[in-house]
C-alpha cells in the first residue's frame, strides 16, 4: 500500500517540531498544514488545536514528528519521538531530512512505536508537495455544494482541508506566545487591516443602499403600475425591463447577509463589476455626447433622416401600386392597401414634423440616462428605436394579418376538398360530409383567396423584411445589453490574473527520485479553461430564455405569424 504525504513546500525548511494536519478519511493519505516548532508543552499544543477544531470544524491532529538536524539539538529526535505517546493515533509520521539532501526520510509506526505487522518492509510513500496559499485560495471544479465526504475524491479533500484551516494559519512564528509555527503567512499585515477596514465601512453604506433599493420597489409596487395597460407596456419597454433586472441586481449585491458559498460570492462579484464597468462606460458616453454640442447635432440629423426614410417608403409603395418586376397584380386589392398604407406614411410624416421642436430637448434628457449605465442608455435607444419604426411595424402587423388570414382560409378550404375538417375539442383533422351547397360555396371561396394571395405575399414580403431589418438592429442592441449584463468580468480577471483561483484539475512533476528514498512530487494546480469559466460563472439575465429554432421562425414567417414581440401562438384555431 501506498502512503500519501501531501507536504506545503513552505514548511521544507522549518525547525524541529510537531506536525499538524488531518488525516483524509477513506483514503490513505495524510495532509500536512503547519510545524509546531520546539519548544512548546504538549498540553498547550492540545489545547489549541482543540479552539482549532471549534472554528474551522475540521478534524486537526498531530500526525507526528519532524526533524531537522540543527547544532545543540543532538537529543532532539528521541524526544520527538517519545512524543507518540502524549500524542497517540493510529499511525505516527517520522519525518526527517538531513542538511544538504533534499529528499525526506519517513518512518511510519503505530503508536505503540512499532511499524505496522502488515506493512513492514513493504511500506512505500510518496511524498506530494503542494502549495499553501493557492490550494487554499483556489476553487476546485466543477463545484460540488454540500457534497459529503464519502462522496468527494481525494483530491477535493484534500482542498477541502486546506481551505478549512485557515484559522490555524493565523498564527505563525513571529507572533508573541507560547507556540510558534510555520506555515503559509501573508507578507502584507498591513494590507489585510486596510481590506479589513474596508469591509467594516461597506456595512453601513449597503445597509443605505438597500434601503434605498427596498423603497424603490416600495414605489413599484403600487397597484396603479401593475395595472393592465401599464403593466403590458411596461414589460415591452426595454428600459422598464432594464430597471427591473438591475433593481434585482442592486439587493443582491447591497445585501448585508455574506456569502456562504463560493458559488453566491462569484455571483455577488461578477455582478458588482459588471455594474461597475457599465456606469464607466455611461460615464463615456455621456462625456462624448455632451462635448462640441453633439447633442444638437444627432438631432438635427435625426429629423432628415426620418423624413428620408418615410420618402423611400412612400416610393417604394408607389413601385407596388404600378407593376413591380413585371408582375400583374390583382389592381383593385392592389390600390386599397397601397393608399392605406400611404395614409399612414402621411401621419406618421405629421407627426414627425409636429415633435421636430422637441427632439434636441428629448435627446438631452435622455442622453443623461447614460448616467445609470450604458445598458440603460442603450435600452432607451432600444425603445426610441421601436417608437420611431413604429409604421413599419403597423405595416407588418396589417400584412401579416392579411397574409395569415388568407393562409388558413385556404388550408380549411383545401381540407373542404378533401372531405375533411378542423376538430377543435380534439384538435385534430377528423372526416366531414359536405353537401353541394357547400362545396360550391367553398370552391368560390378558394378561387378568390387563390387568386388574392399573390397581391398580400408580395406586400406581406416586403414590409416582413423591412421588419426584420429592424428587429436585427434592436436584437445587436438587446445582445449588447445582455453581453454587459451576463459577462462575468470578475471570473475571467481572476483566471487571468490569479489562475489557480479557478481550478479544474492538478498535474505533478518529479522533484526528486532517489534510490532508498521516498518518491518526491510537487503538485500544480491546472487552471479552468476560458470557456468553462464562461459557462460557469455567466450571470444569467431575462434574455437568456430559450429562443425559436430557425426552422420555427422560418414556419411562422411562411404562414403569417409574428414573430416579435407579442404574444405566441400556442393553440390552433380554424
Same mark, same amino acid.
Given at each position: 500500500?501506498?502512503?500519501?504525504?501531501?507536504?506545503?513546500?513552505?514548511?521544507?525548511?522549518?525547525?524541529?517540531?510537531?506536525?499538524?494536519?488531518?488525516?483524509?478519511?477513506?483514503?490513505?493519505?495524510?495532509?500536512?498544514?503547519?510545524?509546531?516548532?520546539?519548544?512548546?508543552?504538549?498540553?498547550?499544543?492540545?489545547?489549541?488545536?482543540?479552539?482549532?477544531?471549534?472554528?474551522?470544524?475540521?478534524?486537526?491532529?498531530?500526525?507526528?514528528?519532524?526533524?531537522?538536524?540543527?547544532?545543540?539539538?543532538?537529543?532532539?529526535?528521541?524526544?520527538?519521538?517519545?512524543?507518540?505517546?502524549?500524542?497517540?493515533?493510529?499511525?505516527?509520521?517520522?519525518?526527517?531530512?538531513?542538511?544538504?539532501?533534499?529528499?525526506?526520510?519517513?518512518?511510519?509506526?503505530?503508536?505503540?512505536?512499532?511499524?505496522?505487522?502488515?506493512?513492514?518492509?513493504?511500506?512505500?510513500?510518496?511524498?506530494?508537495?503542494?502549495?499553501?496559499?493557492?490550494?487554499?485560495?483556489?476553487?476546485?471544479?466543477?463545484?460540488?455544494?454540500?457534497?459529503?465526504?464519502?462522496?468527494?475524491?481525494?483530491?477535493?479533500?484534500?482542498?477541502?482541508?486546506?481551505?478549512?484551516?485557515?484559522?490555524?494559519?493565523?498564527?505563525?512564528?513571529?507572533?508573541?506566545?507560547?507556540?510558534?509555527?510555520?506555515?503559509?503567512?501573508?507578507?502584507?499585515?498591513?494590507?489585510?487591516?486596510?481590506?479589513?477596514?474596508?469591509?467594516?465601512?461597506?456595512?453601513?453604506?449597503?445597509?443605505?443602499?438597500?434601503?434605498?433599493?427596498?423603497?424603490?420597489?416600495?414605489?413599484?409596487?403600487?397597484?396603479?403600475? $401593475?395595472?393592465?395597460?401599464?403593466?403590458?407596456?411596461?414589460?415591452?419597454?426595454?428600459?422598464?425591463?432594464?430597471?427591473?433586472?438591475?433593481?434585482?441586481?442592486?439587493?443582491?449585491?447591497?445585501?448585508?447577509?455574506?456569502?456562504?458559498?463560493?458559488?453566491?460570492?462569484?455571483?455577488?462579484?461578477?455582478?458588482?463589476?459588471?455594474?461597475?464597468?457599465?456606469?464607466?462606460?455611461?460615464?463615456?458616453?455621456?462625456?462624448?455626447?455632451?462635448?462640441?454640442?453633439?447633442?444638437?447635432?444627432?438631432?438635427?440629423?435625426?429629423?432628415?433622416?426620418?423624413?428620408?426614410?418615410?420618402?423611400?417608403?412612400?416610393?417604394?409603395?408607389?413601385?407596388?401600386?404600378?407593376?413591380?418586376?413585371?408582375?400583374?397584380?390583382?389592381?383593385?386589392?392592389?390600390?386599397?392597401?397601397?393608399?392605406?398604407?400611404?395614409? $399612414?406614411?402621411?401621419?406618421?410624416?405629421?407627426?414627425?414634423?409636429?415633435?421636430?421642436?422637441?427632439?434636441?430637448?428629448?435627446?438631452?434628457?435622455?442622453?443623461?440616462?447614460?448616467?445609470?449605465?450604458?445598458?440603460?442608455?442603450?435600452?432607451?435607444?432600444?425603445?426610441?428605436?421601436?417608437?420611431?419604426?413604429?409604421?413599419?411595424?403597423?405595416?407588418?402587423?396589417?400584412?401579416?394579418?392579411?397574409?395569415?388570414?388568407?393562409?388558413?382560409?385556404?388550408?380549411?378550404?383545401?381540407?373542404?376538398?378533401?372531405?375533411?375538417?378542423?376538430?377543435?375539442?380534439?384538435?385534430?383533422?377528423?372526416?366531414?360530409?359536405?353537401?353541394?351547397?357547400?362545396?360550391?360555396?367553398?370552391?368560390?371561396?378558394?378561387?378568390?383567396?387563390?387568386?388574392?394571395?399573390?397581391?398580400?405575399?408580395?406586400?406581406?414580403?416586403?414590409?416582413?423584411?423591412?421588419?426584420?431589418?429592424?428587429?436585427?438592429?434592436?436584437?445587436?442592441?438587446?445582445?449588447?445589453?445582455?453581453?454587459?449584463?451576463?459577462?462575468?468580468?470578475?471570473?475571467?480577471?481572476?483566471?487571468?490574473?490569479?489562475?489557480?483561483?479557478?481550478?479544474?484539475?492538478?498535474?505533478?512533476?518529479?522533484?526528486?527520485?532517489?534510490?532508498?528514498?521516498?518518491?518526491?512530487?510537487?503538485?500544480?494546480?491546472?487552471?479552468?479553461?476560458?470557456?468553462?469559466?464562461?459557462?460557469?460563472?455567466?450571470?444569467?439575465?431575462?434574455?437568456?430564455?430559450?429562443?425559436?429554432?430557425?426552422?420555427?421562425?422560418?414556419?411562422?414567417?411562411?404562414?403569417?405569424?409574428?414573430?416579435?414581440?407579442?404574444?405566441?401562438?400556442?393553440?390552433?384555431?380554424?
Amino acid at each position: 500500500m501506498v502512503l500519501k504525504i501531501f507536504f506545503p513546500k513552505c514548511c521544507n525548511t522549518a525547525d524541529s517540531g510537531l506536525l499538524v494536519g488531518r488525516w483524509v478519511p477513506g483514503q490513505d493519505s495524510a495532509v500536512v498544514l503547519a510545524v509546531i516548532h520546539y519548544p512548546f508543552i504538549p498540553g498547550q499544543v492540545k489545547k489549541y488545536l482543540s479552539q482549532i477544531r471549534n472554528q474551522a470544524q475540521v478534524d486537526l491532529t498531530v500526525l507526528g514528528s519532524w526533524s531537522k538536524p540543527k547544532d545543540g539539538q543532538e537529543g532532539m529526535d528521541s524526544f520527538l519521538k517519545d512524543l507518540s505517546t502524549i500524542f497517540p493515533h493510529s499511525r505516527w509520521l517520522q519525518l526527517s531530512r538531513e542538511s544538504g539532501k533534499r529528499a525526506f526520510m519517513c518512518r511510519v509506526v503505530q503508536n505503540n512505536g512499532t511499524p505496522p505487522a502488515d506493512q513492514e518492509g513493504d511500506e512505500k510513500v510518496i511524498f506530494i508537495h503542494y502549495d499553501q496559499r493557492k490550494v487554499m485560495l483556489s476553487q476546485l471544479h466543477p463545484i460540488q455544494e454540500k457534497s459529503s465526504e464519502k462522496e468527494s475524491s481525494e483530491l477535493r479533500l484534500v482542498f477541502q482541508t486546506v481551505a478549512q484551516s485557515q484559522p490555524l494559519f493565523f498564527l505563525d512564528r513571529y507572533d508573541e506566545g507560547p507556540l510558534k509555527l510555520t506555515h503559509w503567512q501573508s507578507e502584507g499585515r498591513e494590507a489585510s487591516i486596510i481590506v479589513e477596514l474596508l469591509k467594516q465601512a461597506s456595512v453601513p453604506l449597503c445597509v443605505v443602499l438597500t434601503w434605498l433599493v427596498s423603497v424603490w420597489q416600495w414605489l413599484c409596487s403600487f397597484r396603479l403600475l $401593475h395595472m393592465w395597460p401599464v403593466q403590458f407596456i411596461s414589460s415591452k419597454l426595454s428600459t422598464c425591463v432594464q430597471s427591473g433586472y438591475r433593481t434585482d441586481h442592486f439587493q443582491t449585491v447591497f445585501s448585508t447577509k455574506k456569502a456562504t458559498t463560493h458559488i453566491e460570492f462569484m455571483r455577488k462579484a461578477n455582478i458588482f463589476v459588471s455594474f461597475l464597468l457599465d456606469i464607466a462606460l455611461g460615464l463615456l458616453l455621456i462625456s462624448w455626447l455632451y462635448r462640441e454640442n453633439r447633442i444638437s447635432q444627432l438631432a438635427n440629423t435625426l429629423v432628415p433622416v426620418a423624413d428620408h426614410v418615410a420618402q423611400e417608403l412612400q416610393e417604394l409603395l408607389e413601385w407596388l401600386m404600378g407593376a413591380p418586376a413585371g408582375l400583374k397584380m390583382n389592381h383593385a386589392l392592389d390600390q386599397v392597401l397601397g393608399r392605406f398604407f400611404l395614409y $399612414h406614411i402621411h401621419l406618421w410624416i405629421s407627426y414627425i414634423r409636429l415633435m421636430s421642436p422637441f427632439i434636441e430637448m428629448i435627446l438631452w434628457y435622455v442622453g443623461l440616462s447614460a448616467c445609470l449605465g450604458l445598458t440603460f442608455a442603450l435600452s432607451v435607444l432600444s425603445d426610441i428605436v421601436a417608437l420611431l419604426t413604429f409604421h413599419i411595424y403597423c405595416f407588418y402587423v396589417y400584412g401579416a394579418r392579411l397574409y395569415c388570414l388568407k393562409i388558413y382560409g385556404l388550408s380549411s378550404l383545401w381540407r373542404l376538398f378533401r372531405g375533411k375538417k378542423w376538430n377543435v375539442l380534439r384538435q385534430r383533422v377528423d372526416s366531414c360530409s359536405y353537401d353541394l351547397d357547400q362545396l360550391f360555396i367553398g370552391t368560390l371561396l378558394f378561387t378568390i383567396l387563390l387568386f388574392l394571395l399573390p397581391t398580400t405575399a408580395l406586400y406581406y414580403l416586403v414590409f416582413t423584411l423591412l421588419r426584420l431589418v429592424v428587429v436585427m438592429f434592436q436584437g445587436l442592441i438587446h445582445l449588447s445589453v445582455d453581453f454587459i449584463n451576463s459577462f462575468p468580468l470578475f471570473a475571467v480577471g481572476l483566471r487571468v490574473c490569479r489562475p489557480y483561483r479557478l481550478a479544474e484539475g492538478v498535474k505533478f512533476r518529479v522533484l526528486s527520485e532517489e534510490p532508498g528514498a521516498p518518491l518526491h512530487l510537487m503538485m500544480e494546480i491546472n487552471p479552468l479553461k476560458f470557456s468553462s469559466v464562461l459557462q460557469c460563472y455567466r450571470t444569467p439575465t431575462y434574455s437568456c430564455c430559450p429562443r425559436d429554432s430557425w426552422v420555427a421562425l422560418c414556419k411562422k414567417l411562411f404562414v403569417g405569424e409574428l414573430i416579435y414581440p407579442w404574444r405566441q401562438k400556442s393553440t390552433k384555431t380554424d
